[in-house]
């Protein structure tokens, strides 16, 4: 049997595209660019449940699908705007990344419905930034001429993490 050798063909074969399907979010003050993957469900606003003794970025709990969620006002968060829910307001369910499986989700306010989008390197530009970053953001960034922050999920989860210990 001949050795078939397939590496002089492996040039002929594209190179795989690396677009990721990412959602712009509306927040008061800015948008968020996430990946699709971290979004588990887009909810109408409801009023969430108080906590106590928590800053007015983290607005209380709600409810879904058996679990408390904390409910995060991003922009309230990085300083961007003083963010309430009301009408048209929605809600995001974010999957946590900091694998705790007694908080596995948060939540955060938007304004309106997340946006799905096509991120590419063509379409993707970091703005090198000389001014600190707000609070929760990773980086600033432009996409087809779109600005958005790439919030810092992790940041945030430790963030409200730290936050709720506290106030137990």
Known sequence: MPNRNHSKHAAAVPAVENDIRGVLIQVAGGRL??????????????????VADVPDWLLGRIRWRGW????????????????????????????????????????????????LVTVSRDTLVVVDDTNELPNGVQARVLL?????????????????????????
């Open 68 to 115: 408390q969620l904390p409910l995060v006002a991003f922009a309230r968060l990085a300083g961007l705007a003083d963010e309430r829910g009301g009408l048209g307001s929605k809600v995001v369910v974010l999957r946590a990344l900091g694998g705790n499986p007694r908080a596995p989700y948060f939540a955060m306010l938007t304004q309106g419905f997340p946006r």
């Open 33 to 50: 660019l996430l990946p699709n993957a971290t979004i588990a469900e887009v909810l109408s606003y409801a009023e969430p449940d108080a």
């Open 144 to 168: 087809n001429e779109d600005a958005a922050f790439l919030p810092d999920l992790e940041s945030i989860e430790a963030q409200v993490s730290a936050v709720l210990v506290q106030a137990a």
